[in-house]
């Protein structure tokens, strides 16, 4: 089970010391239709942020050419508006600026920030939105790298996009995997779980594993 423990982190940028509570350990038990895991703690894991910036403290040593990028990150616009998005849709934010992104960084970056602002339909339909560009873009590069994670992680953005009220877009997208992914039983049942819910118009969150 996971424990509540104080931690220090350090910001990577001006280097301000603080502290955020977290666990060292924690179990998962499953994952619901569009990945949220269930298990001993509270999903996703909480970032450590720079009470200053808001830069999460969750790089290692900067190079000097990365805190340059990170610091005028900082002081732009968009960072100013960022503050208002949730810690991990600014932690993908902050690695594009890097240079430290992949594909499958930012989709997962981009998934558990959908995952942080259920309950705020407009938002969750604009994270929504911007998760499933981010995978149209990058989901040719990403096949042959990982073929089967890939096919998991297409029914994870097609649940987010169903539960966002997008039953269309969801739907073609499990029309594209369908004829290519590996054979696997648990993942048939979650396409026809998912599926299902599309047909009936259903936005809710679903928990095959329970």
Known sequence: MGMLMEFKATCPVDGTTFTYMSTPSYSVFGRALD?????????????????????????????PAERTRAQALI??????????????????????????????????????????????????GRYAAQ?????????????????EACVVHQVFVANVERQAGDFKRAAARLDQIDAARAVDAGMDERIALTRGLIANGSRRQQFPDR
């Not at 970032?47 to 040593?61: E, Y």
């Not at 998760?131 to 073929?147: F, T, V």
């Open 35 to 63: 990945g949220l895991p269930h298990g001993s703690w509270i999903f996703p894991l909480r970032l450590p942020q720079c009470p200053a910036c808001r830069f999460p403290a969750t790089f290692r040593d900067l190079e």
């Open 75 to 124: 002081a732009s616009e968009a960072w100013t508006e960022a503050g208002e998005e949730t810690p991990y849709w600014r932690l993908n934010l902050a690695e594009v600026a890097l240079g430290r992104a992949t594909g499958w960084t930012r989709i997962d970056r981009l998934l558990q920030a959908t995952w942080e602002c259920y309950g705020d339909p407009a938002r969750y």
């Open 131 to 147: 998760l499933g560009q981010a995978m149209d873009e990058i989901a040719a590069d990403l096949k042959p790298e990982k073929a």
